[in-house]
Structure formats: C-alpha cells, structure tokens
Nanobody, 118 residues
C-alpha cells in the first residue's frame, strides 16, 4: 500500500522560501512505475499542479509558476521535497504530494496547510 505524508512549516512570510517534504512508504521513489508530484489548492479555488519528479530524477514544472518551484529528492530517505521561492499571499494553499501511476494520480497525501502572512 502506497502512502504519502507531507511535512513542513505551516507558516511562511512573504518573500521567503516555502519548503515541504513528502515521505513515501510502500513504493520506491526511484521505481520506474511511478512519478511523484506536488499539487496545491488555494482557498476557494481549484487544484493546481505544480510539478513532478520522475524516477530518474528529472523534473518538470508548471510554466504558470514562473520558475519559482523546485522539486528534489532524497533517495536514502525515500522522500521528495518542494521549495517555492519568493512566496506571496497567493501561495497560501493546502499542499498535497501525490503519486502517479499509469498517468493517473492514484495516491494522495493528506495535505498540509501553508499560510503566507507577515
């Protein structure tokens, strides 16, 4: 059973860098069977795909986020992480890490609330 769990600070100040980590169990983040991604949902809005990291370590990001997100991984801990630079209040959202298989998001973390406020 694949499980994901987000962790990280729930509060960030404007202009700072937001950092979150996703711990994966039940699957290896280096397995070619999966891709791993971050999705967020701002209050009152829909889901927004932010980017993904693939089994070989390559990454892809949503162009709308203008190079602010960065996804990395720690294979020794079976974790992948998200950093978003220069945050504003518009980055306030529930952030989800997800596992993708067969081009479908099959596994979701419970989500973590991040609020950007001075």
């Amino acid at each position: 059973q694949v499980q994901l769990q987000e962790s990280g600070p729930g509060l960030a100040k404007p202009s700072q860098t937001l950092s979150l980590t996703c711990t994966v169990s039940g699957a290896s983040i280096t397995s070619s069977d999966y891709a791993w991604s971050w999705i967020r949902q701002p209050p009152g809005k829909g889901l927004e795909w932010m980017g993904a990291i693939y089994y070989g370590g390559s990454t892809y990001y949503s162009p709308s986020l203008k190079s602010r997100p960065s996804i990395s991984r720690d294979t020794s801990k079976n974790q992948f992480s998200l950093q978003v630079s220069s945050v504003t209040t518009e980055d306030t959202a529930v952030y989800y890490c997800v596992g993708i298989q067969y081009l479908t998001v099959l596994y979701w973390g419970p989500g973590t609330q991040v609020t950007v406020s001075s």
